[in-house]
């Protein structure tokens, strides 16, 4: 039996309503996740998968007041283009630039980026307790980087290499970021002696995702045992670089956790509720198949 109701923003009690706008959308896991989650806090309520063109975003995120959503997730290609349309910033949207998370509060609309946050306690979850005085090395500059590195310069790591196939884009958002915290820009060329000497390497481009698992980020012969090889790709679950990573007795960490935890501190923003973490990671495994 479902137990929990909400107040929804209209101020009438009745199912709490969710869901996720992107463009396309039939592909994400979140709603699977979301309506697992629900069930597993007795929670009455939906959440749903929202196919937004662009040019229809300013309509859809007026709709989330209209209808009476309590919530809604912000994926590709959205993430930035949301933000004029909100009411108010959390810090966290603001220092990343990108929203993935909408919280309606009573009509007043707040986003937030639950992504860097959500890789940062995934990783010291299953693989880093401690980011302390590490020295990483990211690979990539796109969106997903910049909410990375944010979240994890919270952490105090020694330093920070930032390397991508687009020099400039590396640079600028170390440039961007160099505030808080030992960060610079590397051309992937020169990345030798930055991942020899690193204790965690994380790929945040979509080198060896599906549908093309074959790809590397970087050459696996750079990597050193005991160092902690870290892929935000999720899909494969265990990417090549993973893989061959392992293989060389590097301790390794998957985009799972990142995918499971961005979502739990959106539910939790939602609801207030703390989120069923496993049963959230176990309905993803199984819609991968
Ligand atoms: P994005 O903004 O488009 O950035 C893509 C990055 O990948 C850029 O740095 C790009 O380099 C690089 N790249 C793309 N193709 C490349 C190639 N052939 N060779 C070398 N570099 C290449 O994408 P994003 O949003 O940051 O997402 C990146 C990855 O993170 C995706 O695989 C996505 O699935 C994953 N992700 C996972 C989660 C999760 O929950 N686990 C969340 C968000 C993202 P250039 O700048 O040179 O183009």
């Known amino acids: 039996m479902l137990t929990n109701t909400y107040q929804n923003v209209n101020g009438t009690g009745g199912e709490l309503l969710l869901g996720v706008m992107g463009d396309p959308i039939a592909q994400s896991k979140s709603p699977a996740m979301h309506t697992a989650a629900l069930r597993a806090l007795n929670i009455s309520g939906a959440y749903v998968p ?66 860097g946050i959500g890789y940062v306690r995934s990783l010291k979850a299953e693989a880093a307790p401690d980011i302390s005085g590490a020295r990483i090395v990211v690979l990539g500059a796109g969106g997903a980087a910049r909410g990375i590195v944010t979240a994890l310069l919270q952490e105090r790591p020694e330093r920070i290499f930032i390397a991508n196939r687009t020099p400039d884009k590396a640079e600028e958002l170390a440039e961007a970021c160099r505030n808080g915290g030992n960060v610079s820009g590397i051309a992937m060329d020169d990345i030798g002696e930055a991942v020899a000497a690193a204790d965690i390497v994380i790929n945040t481009t979509s080198v060896g995702m599906y549908p093309h698992p074959d790809g590397l980020p970087l050459d696996p012969a750079l990597l050193k045992p005991g160092q902690i090889i870290s892929d935000l790709i999720y899909n494969p679950l265990y990417t090549r670089l993973l893989t061959e990573a392992q293989e060389l007795g590097c301790r390794i960490h998957g985009g799972l956790g990142m995918f499971v935890y961005q979502g739990a501190y959106a539910l939790e923003y939602w609801t207030g509720l703390t989120a069923p973490v496993e049963t959230m990671r176990r309905t993803v495994v199984e819609s991968l198949g």
């Open 50 to 115: 929202l196919h937004i063109a662009p040019e229809r975003l300013g309509d859809a995120v007026q709709a989330i007041r209209t209808l009476g959503f309590r919530g809604v997730n912000v994926t590709i290609p959205h993430k930035v283009a949301v933000m004029p349309y909100l009411d108010r910033l959390d810090a966290s949207a603001l220092s990343v630039g990108a929203v993935n998370t909408i919280v309606n509060d009573k009509g007043v609309l707040t986003g937030y980026n639950t992504d």
